[in-house]
């Protein structure tokens, strides 16, 4: 049996999909796990999983949208939100956030995200000028930790 290794794609569309080894060591400005997409409480659970004890790099935006208000309130008992604060991250309402380019977290010129939001392609986020990369929550987690593109791997 063969193990799938951890993906990643963009910037600029879906279909250019790498493995997360080719494109670590990358710097990142903001790490996104959340919002419609990958914001459940399965997901809340492995990013914090992730960054259980440790610090989210001091240069990454590290932001977290629960998909909904019974997913946060769930994630909160569970001690997932607290997990993920303590490690830095803000924990924003439930939301799409910064996935439509309006609001909350969008990006500036030459600024590089990773997210596990479900588009990446140009300006979806704010700056035409900035890339956006998509992966799953525990690699979006283990980014933010080391301001750099990671294989979750490296945490779980």
């Known amino acids: 049996m063969t193990r799938l290794e951890p993906q990643i794609s963009g910037p600029h569309g879906l279909e250019k999909l790498k493995l997360v080894k080719e494109m670590a060591g990358k710097r990142i400005d903001q790490a996104i796990v959340g919002s419609c997409t990958n914001g459940r409480v399965e997901d809340l659970e492995i990013a914090a999983r992730v960054v259980k004890g440790k610090k989210a790099d001091p240069n990454v935006r590290f ?3 629960p998909a909904s208000k019974e997913i946060y309130l769930e994630a909160l008992e569970k001690h997932y939100i607290q997990d993920l604060a303590e490690a830095g991250a803000m924990i924003m ?5 910064p996935c439509l380019g309006v609001h909350q977290g969008i990006l500036g010129p ?3 995200c990773i997210s596990s939001q479900n588009r990446n392609f140009r300006g979806r986020m704010g700056s035409r000028d ?3 990369y998509v992966a799953n929550p525990a690699t979006v ?3 933010a930790i080391r301001g750099k593109i990671t294989d979750c ?3 779980l």
């Open 63 to 65: 932001l977290v949208f």
């Open 93 to 97: 309402n439930a939301n799409c956030g």
């Open 110 to 112: 030459g600024e590089v």
């Open 130 to 132: 900035a890339e956006v």
């Open 141 to 143: 987690a283990a980014s």
């Open 153 to 155: 791997r490296e945490f």
